[in-house]
């Protein structure tokens, strides 16, 4: 087994559930990485994390949706208002002028879709294409993340989160 890994599904520490075996460290940083360049309007950053993310798009999507419901989790928790129309603004607004115009429309107007439940309009924006998916949850996660955490705390917060450590 690579360093990358562990092994077994012991309990999850975020729910206690069996886990599913952790993602390799590299999906973590490029999670992380990816909501970084967000939260930091970097579209330098945001470019050579891209390639990262979709040679292991199928694990970094996975592992964004569990930030993301950890995030969405740390927001009711600490009282934080945030409603669906907060969460299509808050992502329009991350992805406007990262992302080429058509590919930030396609990512937009998904999110807006899923944000209210339509996965089958949602579906259709995204053309099958994962990538959009992975900016949609990267954009939520650092949106959401800085509603709740200053920028310097957030990075450090997905870190735990994600058990990454460096």
């Given amino acids: 087994m690579s360093a990358e890994s562990s092994s077994g599904s012991s309990p999850d520490p975020r729910d206690g559930r069996p886990s599913a075996p952790e993602p390799p460290d590299r999906v973590r940083r490029t999670t992380i990485d990816l909501i970084e360049a967000y939260a930091d309007r970097d579209r330098e950053a945001l470019d050579a994390v891209i390639p990262?993310?979709?040679?292991?798009?199928?694990?970094?999507?996975?592992e964004l949706k569990v930030v993301a419901a950890f995030l969405g989790r740390r927001v009711q928790q600490t009282g934080v208002v945030w409603k669906p129309a907060d969460s299509r603004e808050a992502v329009a607004r991350t992805v406007a002028e990262m992302l080429p115009p058509e590919l930030e429309f396609a990512v937009a107007t998904a999110w807006e879709a899923h944000s209210v439940g339509e996965e089958e309009v949602a579906e259709r924006f995204t053309r099958g294409d994962p990538m959009v998916y992975v900016?949609?949850?990267?954009?939520?996660?650092?949106?959401i993340g800085l509603?709740?955490?200053?920028?310097?705390?957030?990075?450090?917060?997905?870190?735990?989160?994600?058990?990454?450590?460096?």
């Fill in 147 to 166: 509603a709740v955490y200053k920028r310097s705390e957030l990075v450090s917060v997905l870190r735990q989160v994600t058990g990454l450590t460096e």
């Fill in 52 to 62: 990262r993310a979709a040679d292991d798009v199928d694990a970094v999507l996975s």
């Fill in 135 to 143: 900016h949609m949850l990267a954009a939520f996660g650092a949106a």
